[in-house]
């Protein structure tokens, strides 16, 4: 009944028919291969009353939809991103795998994803390529996660360095103490840090005269070229 009038496109596309179609579908989620076609099909502006929802279908299924739309990648891009910003709802405990690469940033863009230590962790191993990202939009939130202890990998440091020259005064002070501190992580895994970053590194009067030159050594391939 429901796939033929949507195929003649005789469905209104609003928050009470989606909705009705997702939890009235016999499929297993509910967002099935005909609702997602109806939603990329449809030529008019997402419609999805977050409130309106939860009055007709409760918070826990809210957050069910939420979950599914999240994980579908099949999606058009602009549809998704329309979609998961209506839901007005964030993760402070992100589990959800197998989204696309694509689908994750615009999780991420839109601030989704909490930064906390478990969020990062799960994003570290599930969605590593998305990790700098994350680190990005977060950045704040990220470096008190590290003041605080919470992010003890010095691996995880690689982020910040990347972010040196575009950082606000705050940020980039806070930066050059971890590098000062992290030192000699930097010399024994040869890391290498943007110029401007490395110019404050080889600035310090209390760095070692052989830890100087090492810094320097790392570099100088960049350098050179």
Same mark, same amino acid.
């Given at each position: 009944f429901w796939a033929e009038l949507m195929d003649r496109n005789l469905v209104c596309y609003n928050t009470q028919n989606l909705c009705d179609y997702y939890f009235a579908s016999e499929?297993?989620?509910?967002?099935?291969?005909?609702?997602?076609?109806?939603?990329?099909?449809?030529?008019?502006?997402?419609?999805? &009353?977050? /409130? +309106?929802?939860? *009055?007709?279908?409760?918070?826990?299924?809210?957050g069910n939809m939420l979950d599914d739309i999240v994980c579908c990648n099949e999606l058009e891009n602009d549809k998704y991103e329309k979609l998961v910003k209506?839901?007005?709802?964030?993760?402070?405990?992100? &589990?959800? /795998? +197998?989204?696309? *690469?694509?689908?994750?940033?615009?999780?991420?863009?839109?601030e989704m994803i909490s930064m906390n230590n478990e969020n990062f962790t799960f994003l570290k191993e599930k969605y590593p390529t998305c990790l700098a990202e994350f680190v990005q939009w977060n950045l704040k939130t990220y470096l008190e996660l590290i003041e605080e202890g919470q992010l003890e990998d010095e691996a995880d440091l690689q982020y910040l360095w990347k972010l040196y020259p575009t950082g606000e005064t705050e940020i980039k002070e806070k930066i050059e103490k971890l590098v000062e501190e992290h030192i000699q992580y930097l010399i024994t895994e040869k890391?290498?840090?943007?110029?401007?970053?490395?110019?404050?590194?080889?600035?310090?009067?209390e760095l070692d005269g052989d830890d100087r030159k090492l810094v320097l050594a790392n570099h100088l391939k960049n350098l050179t070229h």
């Open positions: 499929s297993e989620n509910g967002l099935d291969g005909q609702l997602v076609h109806f939603i990329n099909d449809s030529k008019e502006a997402i419609i999805l &009353d977050a /409130e +309106g929802l939860i *009055e007709l279908y409760g918070e826990e299924k809210k209506a839901f007005d709802m964030f993760y402070t405990g992100f &589990d959800l /795998e +197998g989204i696309a *690469e694509d689908k994750m940033q615009i999780l991420i863009r839109n890391i290498m840090v943007p110029f401007p970053l490395l110019i404050h590194i080889l600035q310090k009067d």
